[in-house]
């Protein structure tokens, strides 16, 4: 055929057509306009194969009320033999197959007229097999004029946007999958903002620095010692500041193997190496709007940490396998429970870094430093216990309490929480309806308590008298044994040498038992 200028035209607006993203409804629509523009045809379909279904995406020339309609192959021999040929196919005019299409040409509305002529090429993108183009008119041997070049190229600029659109619309999908991940961590971050209990100086000290710095969008480096609060906090901070309908995005630098974490950190393309499937985005672009949580930020390889320093100082990351910089807006909140100055030192973190991060720094208290916060904090974390364990109202002997006054907590607040879970589990199991968390519950050891400072007064006046210190040790080997043996009195009466009844009796003098 000779390409007339109206023809080159036809040509353009598809080409135009695929090097945009306009909505593939519309680009499947430019097509077909196209080609009865440039081909004596009446009719024209793109039909996309569909787990083995032959669907119409566009039809010129045919009754509208097709585009809902599925083609089996297997029903309709003539779309069979077009998919089943890598040429393009003409029917005889009068060939004994029914054609698809009888009766659903536009132009006959009493849908009476059969179609003569009839041609159509199978599409294929990547060698696979991706859906059919029909040719119909009701002039018999139209189509002995075309010939199979223009019609293998209209082929391959069908098979070419039903590839554009699919890959536009698993483009959106994936953007979607990507809002809807990030919504996910919005709301687990609501669900997990716990309270930060306390009413001591030192506590409400912590509360007014969280707030003075919630409010900007300063970096923010916590620091304390093992289960003091630091993510708690974190998480409180990110609630009390703008972005709090936003993202907060959690990486434990600590349990990141070296292999991964970049990739965990700024995201891959796909097959930027060896188990990388499909394209993936990194913690930085999922905190994109919103904070990003870098928890025991001390045990970031040094090799990250020049690339963090890189994102954090240029607002741009870069994902593995790709060229290209992306812009991000992230509020990084960094914490550690190790002496960052000193790793500086010893060459373990980068000084720049580590000057970014402690834009404001704040630092979380031991327990041992707020003690006067235990009892609120027991009483939270008993009522915690009793939810969690599904038990009747757990109460705390005077005693018990006391001893919890005592103990240094090395493991801050966490060992308290655990504590008192373990303990409650322990006194519902002795005393279901009423259950009292006492002494032997706790499993303190005497050696791991604190000796109890006695106020000077009591100290110069009020010297025990021998029967009060001799009951005292009593009392006092009678509480280590029952830790030891886990509260069972049987246990702690063979190691104390007693038998059972005398050390019941000891025990009620001694007001350790009732
Ligand atoms: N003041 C507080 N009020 C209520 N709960 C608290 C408080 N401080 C800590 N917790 C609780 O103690 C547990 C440990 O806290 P968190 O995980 O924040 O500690 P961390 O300092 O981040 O520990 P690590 O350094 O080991 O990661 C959490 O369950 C937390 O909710």
């Not at 306009?33 to 379909?45: K, Y």
């Not at 069979?80 to 060939?95: G, K």
């Not at 060896?274 to 994109?288: I, N, P, Q």
């Amino acid at each position: 055929m000779t390409p007339a200028p109206l023809r080159d035209h036809a040509w353009l607006k598809i080409a135009v057509g695929l090097s945009t993203s306009m909505p593939g409804e519309l680009q499947f629509r430019r097509l077909v306009q196209a080609i009865c523009e440039v081909l004596p045809c009446d009719a024209v379909s793109l039909l996309q194969l569909r787990d083995g279904i032959l669907v119409p995406v566009a039809l010129q020339g045919l009754a509208p009320e097709l585009i809902g309609h599925q083609f089996r192959p297997s029903e309709h021999p003539r779309l069979a033999a077009i998919l089943a040929s890598r040429e393009p196919v003409r029917f005889p005019d009068d060939t004994d197959l029914p054609d698809p299409f009888d009766g659903w040409l536009a132009i006959d509305p009493e849908r009476r007229a059969d179609v003569h002529a009839c041609m159509g090429c199978s599409l294929y993108v990547d060698h696979q097999l991706v859906g059919a183009l029909t040719l119909d008119a009701l002039t018999p041997g139209v189509f002995d004029t075309v010939d199979d070049m223009t019609v293998a190229a209209f082929a391959a600029l069908a098979a070419a946007t039903l590839r554009n659109v699919a890959l536009l619309h698993s483009l959106e999908q994936a953007k979607a999958q990507q809002q809807a991940l990030a919504q996910e961590l919005v709301q687990e971050a609501r669900q997990r903002e716990g309270e930060l209990v306390g009413q001591s100086p030192v506590l409400q000290r912590l509360r007014q620095e969280i707030r003075l710095v919630a409010s900007t969008d300063l970096a923010v480096l916590i620091t304390g010692e093992t289960g003091t609060g630091k993510e708690l906090v974190a998480r409180t901070l990110h609630a009390q500041s703008r972005r709090a309908d936003q993202a907060l995005v959690h990486l434990n630098c600590a349990a990141l193997p070296e292999s991964i974490a970049e990739s965990e950190l700024f995201g891959h393309c796909k097959g930027a190496f060896t188990g990388a499937v499909s394209e993936r985005a990194g913690k930085f672009e999922l905190a994109d709007g919103g904070t990003l949580f870098l928890d025991e930020i001390g045990e970031l390889p040094l090799a990250l940490q020049a690339k963090l320093l890189r994102a954090l100082q240029q607002g741009e990351i870069q994902r593995v396998g790709s060229d290209k910089l992306k812009r991000v807006n992230v509020r990084l909140i960094a914490a550690t429970n190790r002496d960052l100055a000193q790793e500086v030192d010893a060459g373990r973190f980068r000084a720049d870094l580590y000057h970014r991060l402690k834009v404001y720094p704040i630092a979380v208290p031991p327990l041992r430093a707020h003690l006067e916060d235990l009892d609120h904090l027991c009483g939270y974390f008993l009522q915690q216990a009793r939810s969690r364990l599904g038990v009747a109202p757990v109460g705390l002997h005077p005693e018990a309490l006391a001893a919890l006054h005592q103990y240094d907590w090395p493991g801050n607040v966490r060992e308290l929480e655990h504590l008192l879970l373990r303990a409650s589990l322990k006194a519902a199991q002795q005393e279901p309806t009423r259950p009292l968390i006492r002494l032997p519950h706790l499993g303190l050891s005497a050696g791991t308590l604190a000796p109890q400072p006695m106020p000077d007064a009591q100290r110069v006046n009020n010297l025990p008298g021998l029967r009060d210190a001799v009951e005292q040790y009593q009392r006092q080997l009678i509480e280590q044994a029952l830790a030891r043996h886990e509260g069972n009195w049987s246990a702690a009466a063979r190691a104390l040498q007693l038998d059972r009844a005398n050390l019941n009796r000891l025990a009620k003098r001694l007001g350790l038992a009732s």
